[in-house]
C-alpha cells in the first residue's frame, strides 16, 4: 500500500510560480511511474505531467509543456511539480499518482493505482 501527501498549493497571480510536493509513504519499488493529474470544478480530471521513477524520464500534458517541470528524489521518495508562468486556467485541485502497474505512457487516470488527496491551486488574473 502506498500512500501519497500532496503539499504547496495556494494562491498565486497569473505569471507566478508554485511548487508541489507528494510525498510517498514506503519505498517506491513497486512503482514505475510516479504522475500529477488536475480537475476544475466541473471537468474530467486531467493528466499533467509524469516521471518514470527509475529513469527520471517524463512526459507533460501539451498546456503545460515548458511552464511546468517534474522531478523526482528518490532519497526522499518525493516527487515535485515546478508550475511557472502560471496562467487562471491553471488553477483546479492538483492530485498525485503512483502508477504501479507497468504502461509505456500512463496518461489516464485509470492508468493509475494510488491517489492522495489533492491540494488547490488558485491563479489570479
Known amino acids: 500500500q502506498v500512500q501519497l501527501v500532496e503539499s504547496g498549493g495556494g494562491l498565486v497571480q497569473a505569471g507566478g510560480s508554485l511548487r508541489l510536493s507528494c510525498a510517498a509513504s514506503?519505498?517506491?519499488?513497486?512503482?514505475?511511474?510516479m504522475g500529477w493529474f488536475r480537475q476544475a470544478p466541473g471537468k474530467e480530471r486531467e493528466f499533467v505531467a509524469a516521471?518514470?521513477?527509475?529513469?527520471?524520464?517524463?512526459i507533460y500534458a501539451d498546456s503545460v509543456k515548458g511552464r511546468f517541470t517534474i522531478s523526482r528524489d528518490n532519497a526522499k521518495n518525493t516527487v515535485y511539480l515546478q508550475m511557472n508562468s502560471l496562467k487562471p486556467d491553471d488553477t483546479a485541485v492538483y492530485y498525485c499518482?503512483?502508477?504501479?502497474?507497468?504502461?509505456?505512457?500512463?496518461?489516464?487516470?485509470?492508468?493509475?493505482?494510488?491517489w492522495g488527496q489533492g491540494t488547490q491551486v488558485t491563479v489570479s488574473s
Open positions: 499518482a503512483a502508477s504501479t502497474v507497468w504502461i509505456a505512457v500512463p496518461r489516464r487516470p485509470s492508468d493509475y493505482h494510488y
Open positions: 514506503e519505498r517506491t519499488f513497486t512503482v514505475y511511474y
Open positions: 516521471v518514470k521513477w527509475s529513469s527520471g524520464s517524463t
